[in-house]
């Protein structure tokens, strides 16, 4: 069903850019999103076929001469493949490094990464043509803290000091928005994108790797992005937070969807979204996977490494114009053969369409992968992407059983970002598996700020790293300390205090509700 004035349920077309605009500033858009290699699909597919052909010849030549050891075939033709377990570093933990006899207040690092991106900036008031003035700084870090840290507004200005709840009611109002505080996030990856450090912890000095989760958040009011799932809440309502992180473990993208959503959909929306953090690679576990993912993902320039749960069950497809025999090698000794063909007569007319109207941010990904879903027939523009999609996917598989070292990357990358989530569960300190908002938007808010104040954290621990690293004299130790960043993860938190501060002053232990003395039986 298609809604003239519905926002999720409009006709397909009125989605990508449109087509009279399209045809009138056909070659203009194009330049503008850089899609001048796309214009002619037969030469996209002509060297995803020579690529895809080789790799076969490739990969089955390893196999066949012994150089890939990992593999192992069953007698009816299935296969196993171990990635091997990745060496211990003999690198110190890193976790030495930092203060280890005090407590880091949360405050004070938020003020100390302020002072160095000036961050605060973003977060204007709407109207600032008739409004003067802006909120202190200690009121905009209550505000991150009680939202951030699900402990909430109410409760927030009930156990601070120094902010007034009119004055924090007001800020969080006004001057709290998604995209001031997503900008204000940007702010700080700028800075540790500057920063030398960081990468020292690339894999490879040309290329980033990032990765993307999903958590799941209970609701425990009525809300509409919240849906049931027994799995996670048992009879409660949740939300999925969707978190995207790169190798230097900058936090660079979240959102928050229904817990019935598909996480697909979201992670092209993080690949586009700023201009800090370029992906070269990115890696999802298998509910970030689909066929359309790699489709799109290969036309936008991004190399796509899901971790797969069942690596043998895919499918493999190769061009129906090597049917025979590839260059005298002969398909019967393959032991990775194709289970079928891809349709080399493909020609999407609306590929460069969809993808510039991606590249240009006229739409998100999310919206128009969930419309393309929501058909009960599959839609044409979905089982060509979907065809086009088996080809880079092909390709991958091909790679990743040919190749230990990428497996390793992706298993590297997916821990890390495991390790996020328990650092997102530390920093939620008034609430650690919740959100106490009911509105998306608000929902968003939330996500926001605690990403805000993790990527506070991993600034300040980068600072305060290349400071130490200033300060170290010996050859030797310098070594050690620098072993210890390349293959240790800054996202630590031990040396913080989270918690806030108890007050044992004489004030505070005297009975300021008037508890009356307890009627005793005798």
Known sequence: MNLEH???YRPMDDYLIDRVRWQRDKQHLIERAGLEALVDPRKVLKELDEALSQQYLLTNQNITEGKNPH???????????ATPKQEESDAEPLQQFFPDRRFVPLVEILATVNRFSHYVDELQHPQQRYHHGKPSEATIYAGMIGIGCTIGLRRMMRISRGVT???????VNWHFSLDGLQAANDRVLRLMDRLELPNLARRLPD?????????KFEVRVDSLNANYSFKYFGKDQGVAAYTFRDERDLLWYSTVFSSAERESAYV??????????KSDIHSTDAFGFSELVFAVSHLLGFSYAPRFKNLERQRLYIFRSRKGSDRGSDRSAWKIKPAGYADDEIVIQQWVRLIATIKLKEVTASDLFRRLNSYSKQHALYQALKAFGQVPKSLFILQVIDDPVLRQAIEKQLDRIEHV????????????????????????MAEACKRLIKNCIICWNYLYLSQKLEEIEDAATRQVFLDAVAHGSVISWQH???LGEYDFSDEKLQDNVGIRPPKLTP
């Open 6 to 8: 519905s926002y999720k």
């Open 71 to 81: 593999i192992k075939f069953s007698k009816n033709g299935g296969f196993t493949l």
């Open 165 to 171: 709840e009119a004055e924090l009611e007001h800020t």
């Open 207 to 215: 290329q980033l790797h990032t990765s993307s989760d999903g958590q």
């Open 268 to 277: 092209i929306d993080g690949l586009m979204h700023n201009e800090v953090v």
């Open 421 to 444: 989530h328990r650092f997102t569960r530390a920093v939620s300190v008034g609430n650690p598996r919740e959100f106490l908002q009911a509105e998306k938007e608000d929902q968003e």
């Open 496 to 498: 913080i205090n989270l």
